[in-house]
């Protein structure tokens, strides 16, 4: 099984980014805690951060050829890109949308989001362990 992990816009800043919020790990050790939960489920991994809609984008379209499957946290992209929504239903690969916040006890902004209508399920507020458990349920669904 392939899956590719996309980070969004600002999580490249992980780890000096809003600590409080999003902990102080970065996304260099976040990718680290994903390849090796992958390495012990036989999952082949790549992650995948862009700042850029359009990069998002491609990425998703690029997984039709080279995943799986999708983990994905569109960061503040969430709240309003339909391209980034459409990319998803276009691809129609399984996808799980990421939060490292919970994002309900935040700002109300935060808590629509136009992505979720077309994934497979949300997990929210569990820092790293919210992708560490989307490898597992992808894995798992695909055993179903
Ligand atoms: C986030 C939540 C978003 O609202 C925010 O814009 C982010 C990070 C999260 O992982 O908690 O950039 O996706």
Redesign the pocket.
């Known amino acids: 099984m392939r899956v590719l992990v996309i980070h ?4 490249n800043l992980l780890g000096e980014r809003e600590p409080e919020i ?1 902990g102080t790990l970065t996304l260099d050790e976040i990718n680290r805690r994903i390849r090796d939960e992958a390495a012990e489920l036989g999952i082949e991994v790549r992650c995948f951060q862009s700042n850029s809609e359009g990069a998002i984008i491609d990425a998703i379209h690029g997984a039709r050829r080279e995943a799986d499957a999708i983990i994905i ?4 992209y ?2 309003y890109s339909v391209a980034i929504r459409d990319a998803l239903a276009a691809v129609a690969l399984p996808a799980i949308e990421v ?3 919970n ?1 309900h006890a935040r700002e109300e902004f ?1 808590r629509h989001s136009v992505i979720a209508p077309v994934v497979r399920g949300q997990i929210v507020g569990l820092g790293v362990q919210g992708y560490l458990l989307a490898l597992r349920g992808l894995k798992a669904l695909a055993q179903e």
Do not use: D
């Open positions: 969004g816009p600002n999580l999003y946290n569109p960061g503040a969430t709240h939060h490292l916040s994002v935060r």
